[in-house]
């Protein structure tokens, strides 16, 4: 398995299929570095290439999730210097690199779970609101915190969060780059369940991801791929793309065998994809 400098990369138990993807760098609170945006790329491609994972569960190491960008980051992107017009274009190149590494979530034919503690901030929320499901603990606090940097958030929250949360819930937290719980996280739609502590959210997360590896992956992968196309289309262009994508994949030895399975009261099983 790769070694990453921000990342780490591994599986608890060899046989349920769920993956497990940690920022890493704890003592810094998993501030983004500019050697989290490459890592985090490929390391979603390779899960993505790996038959053996089914579910992905994105969490940090140590108390909390993400800080946000590292400010050494940031300093490396504004501090470029000469001609105008073409130190804009660099920036403008730059920052369409950084938004990559954040939409490979969505790129991911795996469905990718946040599980979230701690601080969740800026960058934090670009990450968690590219993510297809999202748990927090109690503990868990939240901040769109780019305005309060002299910032316009630039990695996807702007994008994303209006749908999960609604237009003018997204305004507003963005506008005052408050800070806001876990439960209120719950009330807007920003998280599906908030957990009584870190134990309670790493268990009921682990049930959760199994649950949906244990399924048929040719299920799974396109139930992912038609929501999130189905987001950006509308209601006659979702229901053209789900009639193609299931005249492709519709007939499977994934759906006798969940036929089966069901008369004959068994769990199904599945061949990896």
Known sequence: ?????????????????????????????NALSR?????????????DQNPNASVIVLSGTGDHFCSGIDIKTLDSVANDTGDRGRSGERLRRDIKYLQE????????????????????I????????????????????????????GLTADLGTLQRLPGIVGFGNAMELALTGRRFSGQEAKELGLVSRVFGSKEELDEGV???????????PLAVTGTKAVLLRSRDSS???GLDYVATWNSS??????????VSAHLQKRKPTFSKL
């Open 1 to 29: 398995m790769e070694h990453y400098k921000t990342l780490q990369v591994f599986q608890k138990f060899p046989s349920s299929g769920v993956f497990h993807l940690n920022l890493n760098r704890p003592s810094q609170r």
């Open 35 to 47: 050697d989290f945006f490459p890592e985090f790329s490929i390391a979603l491609q390779s899960l």
């Open 101 to 120: 590494a954040i939409t490979a979530i969505e790129r991911c034919r795996k469905p990718v779970i946040a599980a979230i503690k701690g601080a969740c």
């Open 122 to 149: 800026g960058g934090g929320i670009d990450i968690v609101t590219a993510c297809d499901i999202r748990y927090c603990s109690k503990d868990a606090f939240f901040s769109v915190k780019e305005v309060d940097m």
């Open 206 to 216: 682990k049930i959760i991801a199994e649950g949906i590896a244990a399924k048929s």
């Open 235 to 237: 209601v006659e262009q």
């Open 249 to 258: 994949v519709l007939v499977s030895d994934d759906l006798m065998e969940a």
